[in-house]
Structure formats: C-alpha cells, structure tokens
C-alpha cells in the first residue's frame, strides 16, 4: 500500500539483505523505519509491538528464525530460537504456525544449509501473506457489490472495523480493510466507521492513519458508539480480523470484537471476519475455553500516548494515582454470531463441516505435525 504515494510494506527486506519494518508504536505522528538484527531484537519488536497483527507477527517471526540461522544454524540455536519467539505473543497463531513451518523446514537439513533455505522460506512466507490478504480483498468484494447493488444509485455502503486489521496488521493489503481498498479500486463509494480500540488505540492510531493515507472515507468513532450507529442504521455491514480462529468457527480476535458481534446480533448487521487461512487453530476447539488470552501491562489502561501541543509525542496519565487496571487483549466471538469467514479460497460459514470442506488439506497438515 502507499504512504503519501510512496509504496511501502510493513516489512521488507532490502537488497542488502538487511530486514526492515515500520516502527509502529510512533504512528500515526511519525514515520520510523527501523532495522531488525539478532534475535532479541526480534523478540523485542514482537513482544512490545513495534509489529502487531497476527500475519505481521509471523513473517516478523519467520524473519527472525532466517536472521539467527545466519549467525548460529545449529540444532540448539534452532529450538532455542522456537522458544524465544514464541513466548513473546501467546494468542496469535500465525506465530507458533511460522516458527513451526520454519523448523519444518530447516531441521531435516544440515547447519550449513539451513542459512539460505531460512530467507528462501521466510521470503516466501511474507509474499504468501500478501496474496492471501489480495485474495481475501476480492472475496469480501462480492458481498460488497452485493450491499450496494440493494442500495439507490451512489449510496455509500457503510462498513465498521475494529482494532486494525489493515495493511500494518499484514505484510501488505490487510485482512478486514483488502475488500473495502478492492471496492474503492471498483468505484464502489465505501465510508468506513474506525472503533478508536482502546486500550492502544490501534484504530485511531493505525486504521485511520492508513485510511486517510489511502483518500478511503472514514470516521474515527469511540468504541461505545457502534451499537447506537447500528440501532439507526448507519452501519450495512462488520469486518473484523482474527489472531486466532478455532476448527469451529470459534474467533479470537481484539478485546471489544464479541460486544461488536452481539450488537451486530441484536440489530440484524452481517458480521464478517477475515480470515487468512494460517490464523486457523485445527487444534482447538472451543475459543472461550481453550485459546490462551494474553494479558498486558495496566499502563495501556490507566495511560494514553497521543502528540502534544508543541508536537510532541508523550504518555499521559488517564487515571487516579493508585488505580491500577486490568488489561485482556483479547476476547473470544461464538461461531454463531459470525455470519461468514472471508478467506482466501472464498467465504465459508463459521462452522467445524464447512471450515473442513474448504480447508480439509491444511487441516489434515496441520494435525500431523
């Protein structure tokens, strides 16, 4: 996608082989591109989401292994890279679903062949994410061609998103904003509602920011206000991402994406999620009580990060002093209040019969391994 015309992806590497990402902590008020080299480095960039979104997650982590194979390819270094990575994000899938399809790769073979299979294969992994993310875009684009053709001539469709799922969430494209950029690509009038997404604001940090660098028509609303829009309704239809969708259809995505998907219930709004394939989890079933619910620090609670008067970027205190806060990142959607998956290979129920039909060869190899 483009900043300021300018072509970018979240993460790239340069034709010195040197890996770069966008630093996103500073956004949408700075633009900082910035070097990843050496595994804690790595670890670091994950854990304190300088990248976030679980497709970014895994090409940063696929990354990170290719970058230690470069400087210790042995068995030991191996496992002890798995580790380190993983332990850095518990919920999103797409990082234990990268770092295994690495050592998949890379174990069979001898140390002194896995350096340059490792940056084949995390290459790889990053333009695979690219075109699952274009191929989700022109999936979803159907069932917006389909709400505007049920509208008078030039009525916008309206869309409402949470969290960011955008182009910074992926390598490039995004999941829940690729078929909203194909409807504007087929003149399509689209307006997007952006959930601000406390506590971090990712949508009014990062999904405007991208919108707005895209000329896509938006609002910035506050979490509270998607329901009233629906009540009135302002809102035709909800795409969300995932981090992690169990063999039920069960979706594990942003904290504040299940009170969404009740409202979109109750008012009778389709409830779309988009899903890139390596986000399933064939291994668990049940979302609310199997899938691991990361917890962060209560500073992303009780402070807020946002640009000064003189333009300066700080942290504020939003709290009384010696209020402390609970801080889940995460919240699990039912199935049955998702109304589709938008995934690479077409849209699908949310459900263990129909998920399987459509994805019954990485099921049966994912539970091999």
């Known amino acids: ?132 993310n274009r191929r989700i875009g022109e999936n979803g684009l159907a069932i917006i061609r389909g709400i505007a053709a049920r509208k008078k001539p030039g009525e916008r469709v309206n869309i409402l998103t949470h969290c960011n799922a955008g182009w910074p969430a992926t390598v490039d494209w995004g999941t829940a904003t690729s078929p909203i950029y194909h409807a504007v690509e087929a003149g399509i009038p689209v307006h997007v509602f952006v959930d601000e997404t406390r506590p971090r604001n990712q949508g009014a940090q990062l999904t405007a920011w991208e919108l707005n660098s895209a000329g896509v028509s938006h609002d910035l609303i506050v979490d509270n206000a998607g329901g009233h829009l629906m009540q009135h309704g302002e809102i035709d239809m909800v795409i969300v991402g995932t981090d992690r969708t169990t063999a039920q259809g069960d979706v594990c995505n942003k904290i504040g994406t299940y009170l969404k998907a009740l409202a979109a219930r109750a008012n009778g709004v389709p409830f779309y999620v988009a899903l890139p394939s390596p986000t399933i989890d064939w291994t668990v079933v049940d979302g609310v009580k199997e899938i691991p619910i990361e917890e962060r620090s209560d500073a992303e609670v009780t402070h807020v990060q946002g640009k000064d008067a003189s333009g300066k970027i700080v942290q504020v205190q939003i709290s009384p002093d010696g209020t402390g806060g609970r801080n889940p990142a995460f919240d699990v959607t039912p199935a049955a209040l998702v109304t589709g998956l938008i995934t690479e290979r077409g849209v699908c129920a949310a459900d263990s019969a129909a998920m399987e039909a459509m994805f019954g060869d990485l099921k049966s190899a994912a539970l091999k391994r």
Do not use: C, F
């Open 1 to 132: 996608m483009k900043i300021n015309g300018k072509p970018y992806r979240s993460i790239w590497r340069e034709p010195s082989g040197e890996v770069q990402i966008i630093d996103q902590r500073w956004l949408p008020h700075e633009l900082r591109i910035v070097p990843l080299a050496g595994r804690a480095r790595y670890a670091e960039a994950i854990r304190d989401m300088w990248v976030r979104g679980a497709p970014l997650i895994g090409a940063t982590a696929a990354y990170g292994v290719a970058d230690q194979m470069a400087r210790d390819p042995s068995d030991a270094s191996l496992s002890e890279t798995w580790e380190v990575l993983h332990e850095t994000r518990p919920t999103a899938i797409n990082l234990r679903w990268a770092l295994d399809e690495m050592d998949r790769v890379l174990r069979p073979l001898a140390p002194a062949d896995r350096t340059a299979a490792a940056w084949i294969r995390a290459d790889e992994i990053a333009e695979e994410d690219v075109e699952i």
